[in-house]
């Protein structure tokens, strides 16, 4: 078993940023690929970037691409989401996640969660 615990949200003005951190507890994090993922009220969770075990790779949704950089310390057990350039479309719960699937952006396939952090972007 693996628990995850997401903090680092909060309240922000557009254009400002926010660093997401995702601390895992029960199992090392270095067999796991790691994924946020984000939903807002009303709608479907959504892919926001993975990094594989080692850190080696990344993936990011479009919408975020550049403007956010995923990373991890597997030595601290604890990966991170830098969100920077923020926007009111940016506004979700954020959840961090853990799969064995290499690689993948798939929601269906991660097997932790998180309860998730508000992040709330304001105009």
């Known amino acids: 078993q693996v628990q995850l615990v997401e903090s680092g949200g909060g309240l922000v003005q557009a254009g400002g940023s926010l660093r997401l951190s995702c601390a895992a507890s029960?199992?090392?994090?270095?067999?796991?690929?790691m994924g946020w993922f984000r939903q807002d009220p009303g709608k479907e969770r959504e892919f926001v970037a993975a990094?594989?075990?080692?850190?080696?790779?990344?993936y990011y949704a479009d919408s975020v691409k550049g403007r956010s950089t995923i990373s991890r310390d597997n030595a601290k057990n604890t990966v991170y989401l830098q969100m920077n350039s923020l926007k009111p479309e940016d506004t979700a719960v954020y959840y961090c996640?853990?799969?064995?699937?290499?690689?993948?952006?798939?929601?269906?396939?991660?097997?932790?969660w998180g309860q998730g952090t508000q992040v709330t972007v304001s105009s």
């Open positions: 996640a853990a799969t064995t699937i290499y690689g993948t952006r798939y929601e269906g396939l991660y097997n932790y």
């Open positions: 029960g199992r090392t994090l270095r067999s796991y690929t």
């Open positions: 990094i594989t075990n080692s850190g080696g790779t990344t």
